[in-house]
């Protein structure tokens, strides 16, 4: 019998490639895909499917909080299989406390591994086994901690919670940072490029919406339809900011929100 998987992962290409990818070892039934970790949770939770491969860094719900929600809900635990653009997620950890692991992009050799793996572990174990306090643990020690980012502002240094950004910009090679909620601010950033201060942010946070902007996700506060079928973000900081959205990053706008 072949095995059952669903795939959650935000970025459609990399839904289509491994979809594809498996259509052709054969012996997986693909019987639903989700864009976010959400649809994720509902998806393992109508088809309670043998496998999932599951996309680590997402937007809002992340591959752990889909595990903590599925958890929480007492919902049957699949076989995991994570996948990531990134091996700073321990991936040694992930080999202790999921069946496999795998690096975008895919390697059809390396799908066809953890295909086997899983399928070794579905007929030996049956429903999954794993020691669920443990796995809790190893999960919240290998998320990023929000770490705080220097600014500066009227000659004096502040530390601002990853979480209380709004959006950072830059222009003639100034990043300002401005921050959301009652004591919300506006600061220098001393790093030199935008890509240096997102390296230095959480990745399930932060999105890089244009070459001049850089935005929190849950500081959107709207999705403005602007000129030829462009977008803007009206963002909930003090001014309610507008920033746009680049031609290049409205596919993935519209994936962030199912538009």
Known sequence: MPLSAVIVDDEQLARDELAYLLKSIGDVDV????????????????????????????????????????LDKKIPLPKIVFATAFDQYAVKAFEVN???????????????????????????????????ETLMRMLESQKPQASKILLKSAGRLFLVNQKDICFASIEDGVITVVTSGPNGMEGQSNCRTLEELLDSLDPN???????????????????????????????????????????????????????
Do not use: C
């Open 31 to 70: 019987v639903a895909q989700g864009k976010n970790g959400v649809e994720g949770v509902n998806l393992i939770r109508e088809h309670n499917p043998d496998l999932v491969f599951l996309d680590v860094q997402m937007p809002g719900l992340d591959g752990f909080g889909v595990i903590k929600k599925l």
């Open 98 to 132: 999921a069946v496999d692991y795998l690096l975008k992009p895919f390697d059809k050799k390396r799908v066809a591994q953890s295909v086997q793996r899983a399928r070794t572990k579905v007929e030996a174990s049956g429903p999954s086994s794993e020691k669920l």
């Open 205 to 259: 946070l932060f999105w890089r919406a244009h070459r001049s902007y850089l935005v929190n996700i849950n500081r959107i506060k709207e999705v403005v339809p602007w000129f030829k079928s462009s977008y803007q973000l009206r963002l909930d900081d003090k001014k309610q900011t507008e920033i746009p959205v680049s031609r290049a990053q409205t596919k993935r706008l519209r994936e962030l929100f199912g538009l």
